[in-house]
């Protein structure tokens, strides 16, 4: 698989799986959140680096949330079913080729091709989650791709794609500030606060089917494994004043 070259200088500047937050709200606080595509992007390349380095299933646990399912024989947490497992001779190889982030960073979806080790192509999604214990760290909460006939299309670089953020309701009587002004950038940076969705996203299709969404809203993904096996993948980011999709994937069963 090619390697990414401009990434190869984002990973330098960017640890694995790991970046430290700017903390301007004093000691013991929370850190605010804010959407950096480059380090979800360096997140995942980190996360293929381990792969190679310390073992395929190794990598998978070490990068997994508590919460984290992966796909075989239908919906599985990853805790469960890589347990015991063993790390193969050889690790299969991946880079990304799109990301989304929420306009709050909390959370975001890479999209890209793996090559295994003795050949064969695919591709794969992964739903990631920002950590904010002591360091900030990126962990997937969802896996799935599956086997390609043909190869993705290469691509130079990885395409970050930022959600724009949605609206925060307003106490009566409170003005919005100017455009540009410091109470408007001030305001701006804070976490915006747990909501539901930013918009209204299609109905869930049957099957065993499972939602998520970024802790503003404007980012949304939903997983679903139909009565026959198959996987559905899809995702939507909040732009232009509603939910739009970004992604939708028909994975074969058994095919991650």
């Not at 804070?190 to 909501?195: C, S």
């Amino acid at each position: 698989m090619k390697r990414l070259i401009p990434l190869a200088f984002l990973l330098a500047a960017t640890p694995a799986l790991s970046q430290s937050a700017p903390d301007s709200q004093g000691p013991g606080r929370p850190q605010r959140a804010y959407a950096n595509p480059s380090a979800l992007i360096a997140a995942d390349i980190g996360f293929a680096r381990l792969a190679r380095e310390r073992g395929q299933w190794t990598a998978f646990r070490e990068t997994a949330d508590e919460t984290a399912e992966m796909f075989e024989d239908g919906r599985q947490l990853a805790r469960t079913l890589l347990k015991d497992r063993k790390d193969p001779p050889a690790t299969v190889k991946w880079a990304p080729h799109l990301a989304w982030i929420s306009c709050d960073g909390t959370a975001g979806l890479t999209y890209g091709a793996w090559q295994g080790p003795s050949g064969g192509d695919g591709e794969y999604v992964t739903v990631w989650q920002r950590q904010f214990k002591g360091k900030v760290d990126w962990k997937w909460v969802l896996d799935d791709g599956q086997d390609l006939a043909s190869p993705l299309r290469e691509v130079d670089w990885a395409e970050g794609k930022v959600a724009d953020c949605p609206a925060r309701p307003r106490p009566p009587g409170d003005p919005a500030p100017q455009p540009g002004s410091k109470r408007e950038r001030k305001e701006g940076s804070k976490l915006p606060p747990m909501r539901p969705l930013a918009g209204a996203i299609p109905a869930a299709e049957g099957g065993d089917s499972k939602d998520g969404q970024s802790r503003d809203g404007s980012l949304a993904w939903r997983s679903t494994v139909l009565p026959d096996g198959n996987r559905r993948f899809t995702a939507w980011i909040w732009k232009d004043g509603a939910m739009r999709e970004v992604i939708a994937r028909n994975f074969k069963a058994n095919g991650a």
